[in-house]
């Protein structure tokens, strides 16, 4: 069972930057696809960006120039480096991952809360 755990959420001002990790348990990166999501209350869940195995990166088109998504594959964690923030980026970020194979992630980390003060 591939277990995900967020870190790295907080309270930072607009303008500011941040970087989420996510460290995967049970599983190698090999053949993986690794993504985050965020939610605000009332809404749905959100992609923001996701990066394959291979380092082949896609990225929502409300945060390209801003954040940048990498991984390191010999720590089994990924990353959200997130610049420029604006108030609303504030949501909870999930990470999560599936098989390159499939088309639905399955695995999701337990959330981690980004708040941007304007």
């Known amino acids: 069972q591939v277990q995900l755990a967020e870190s790295g959420g907080g309270l930072v001002q607009a303008g500011g930057s941040l970087r989420l990790s996510c460290t995967a348990s049970?599983?190698?990166?090999?053949?993986?696809?690794m993504g985050w999501f965020r939610q605000v209350p009332g809404k749905e869940r959100e992609f923001v960006a996701s990066i394959t195995w291979r380092g082949t990166t896609n990225y929502a088109g409300f945060v390209k120039g801003r954040f940048i998504i990498s991984s390191d594959n010999a720590k089994n964690t990924f990353y959200l480096q997130m610049n420029s923030l604006k108030p609303e980026d504030t949501a909870v970020y999930y990470c999560?991952?599936?098989?390159?194979?499939?088309?639905?992630?399955?695995?999701w980390g337990q959330g981690t809360q980004v708040t941007v003060s304007s």
């Open positions: 999560a991952g599936r098989v390159a194979s499939e088309s639905q992630y399955d695995n």
């Open positions: 049970g599983r190698t990166f090999n053949n993986y696809v």
